[in-house]
């Protein structure tokens, strides 16, 4: 009995020490000047150590034990870390070094002038080809920013999934996305921070209790605001807090937040699970004709996360402020909106009709003009200079200096997705110039994949571009200090000038 019982130890043993490995990632996030966190996935219950050095050889290491939690995941806060220095880092469990090592940087002191580079994007289709991420690598970010769009929910197993089902398919979801070949050697020496979008949380657009669904017969589009259980956005905080590494949330239970590195600080919103529903603005006649028109109160942000974005710009010392949207922020997109509904029941050479048009365009910000312009005018008040928009969902790039967008905005919405080539049709088809620093399609006939990468050269200025996954340079534009956004007034035009600046617009689409 005893020699049996001494096989089975052994043979447990031996198949319970090959199976403690990392299956996904490590993943570090949260990164500050003296600080970053760090999340993997094991196949098995497991205890272990980080080694952290400063130096490749490990020859000085500082260790962090871990032990994975009942979901299969280990999460360390480094702590005791050097500004600006490399870190190399390595897992061991059970006496065996796993793979890939990787290595981090941690980020400047807060007042360092020091040039710095990152990257930025949205709308990463686990199905299409991630080889933009190997181009992103080559540039050397000190950091990378998912705006969102990234873990596709309705593309996993199920055509319509909603989070409120479990927190295993949140787990999956994260577990894929790491497993993306290209994405994952970037994230093996970049750290990365993300907040979700709509089509990381519902199979479209979504806001606070409901999501806007559409539906064309012929030319009619028929627009319905279908409720969700509030569980379904806990269950999306909760996954982003369980299995992403990311910066402490401003509120608990939320997850906007900011960090800094160096002279720029970075304030990531959450633009989906706070806001109005979309459909709201648009009121049905009894000819069957949508009508767009704004209600009272009609919100992109709720009270509390405009007030802490508001009072953090208001006290930020740094000399460049990001504000991160998952939604474009341009705020003469309305006059976009007001060719699409004009032509609501035609169909669009891309095949949707102009009124599915406008409602997808009635989720950006010039949709909820009460936050927009509240925010625009705080910063003209208070005279908070060089505040700028990176933005992405709109599947293409563009940069605009701020004429038109209201704050200079870098838009980076196709990371690895089919090109929208909006950009393009708003300037080639309708002749407005909305994005006047360029884009996809101004001026150029590039369609590729493409991120969005910002340097910022001390105080003196900073330099938006949009790079495709080739390495070629699509638009650029350098911001010199000083930008202070224009005053705005909600007051809206009068009857007979609404219709005369339709009849312009339509008239020159028509022409074109």
């Known amino acids: 009995m005893k020699v049996v019982v001494t096989f089975f130890c052994l043979i447990f043993s031996i198949s319970f020490g090959f199976a403690q490995t990392v299956t996904q990632g490590p993943v570090v996030g949260a990164v500050t000047s003296d600080a970053a966190s760090m999340l993997f996935f094991t196949d098995m219950p497991c ?3 980080l080694q952290l050095s400063a130096k490749p050889d490990f020859s000085y290491i500082l260790a962090f034990p871990f032990q994975t939690n009942e979901t299969l995941v280990a999460s360390l806060q480094l702590s005791g870390l050097m500004p600006a220095t490399v870190y190399y880092y390595k897992v061991i469990i059970a006496g065996e070094e796993q793979k890939p090592h990787g290595s981090f940087a941690t980020f400047a002191a807060s007042g360092d002038r020091s040039p710095f580079t990152f990257t930025l994007g949205s709308c990463t289709e686990q199905r299409h080809n991630d080889s933009i991420f190997l181009q992103m690598q080559a540039h050397q970010p000190a950091f990378f920013l998912h705006l969102g769009d990234w873990l596709y929910t309705h593309h996993f197993k199920e055509e319509k999934f909603y989070y409120t089902q479990s927190m295993e398919h949140q787990k999956e979801l994260y577990r894929k996305r790491y497993e993306m070949p290209n994405l994952k050697k970037l994230l093996q020496t970049t750290p990365v921070d993300f907040v979700y979008d709509d089509e990381d949380g519902v199979y479209d657009d979504f806001s606070a209790t409901s999501y806007t669904a559409l539906k064309m017969t012929g030319n009619k589009t028929d627009m319905q605001e279908v409720a969700f259980p509030d569980s379904l956005r806990r269950t999306l905080k909760e996954g982003w807090k369980a299995y992403f590494p990311g910066y402490p949330s401003a509120d608990s239970g939320e997850v906007y937040h900011s960090f800094v590195y160096g002279n720029a600080e970075f ?15 648009f009121q049905q006649k009894k000819n069957g004709k949508w009508k767009y028109k704004v209600p009272e109160n009609h919100h992109l942000l709720d009270t509390a996360q405009l007030r802490w974005l508001q009072e953090r710009l208001q ?26 509904l004009r032509a609501q029941h035609k169909t669009l050479p891309n095949g949707m009709t102009g009124a ?17 312009t509240q925010l625009l005018n705080f910063c003209h008040d208070n005279k908070i200079k060089n505040v700028v928009v990176l933005s992405g969902d709109a599947h293409t790039a563009a940069i605009d200096d701020g004429e038109n ?10 990371l690895a997705q089919q090109n ?8 080639n088809n309708l002749r ?27 105080k003196e200025s900073v330099t938006l571009s949009a790079v495709d996954k080739y390495g070629t340079e699509i638009c650029s534009y350098k911001l010199k200090d000083g930008f202070i956004p224009h005053t705005y007034k909600l007051k809206p035009r009068t009857k007979m000038q609404r219709a005369r600046a339709l009849k312009n617009l339509l008239r020159i689409a028509l022409r074109n």
Not at 267 to 281: A, I, K
Not at 405 to 414: H, K, N, S, T
Not at 434 to 457: E, P, S
């Open 405 to 414: 967008a209201g704050f200079p905005e870098l838009m980076a919405g196709g």
């Open 432 to 458: 407005l110039n909305l994005w006047n620093r360029g884009g996809q399609g101004i001026g150029n006939d590039n369609f590729y994949d493409a991120f969005g990468k910002v340097t910022v050269h001390g």
């Open 356 to 372: 599915y048009v406008a409602v997808s365009l009635a989720t950006m910000w010039f949709a909820f003009p009460e936050t927009q």
């Open 267 to 281: 304030f990531f919103l959450d633009t989906r699970s706070g806001r109005s529903p979309n459909s709201e603005v």
């Open 47 to 49: 205890k272990g150590e």
């Open 420 to 427: 929208t080539k909006l950009a393009a049709i708003i300037k």
């Open 315 to 340: 006290v930020s010392t740094a000399d460049w402020k990001f504000i991160v949207s998952g939604v474009t922020f341009n705020q003469s997109y309305k006059k976009v909106l007001d060719i699409a």
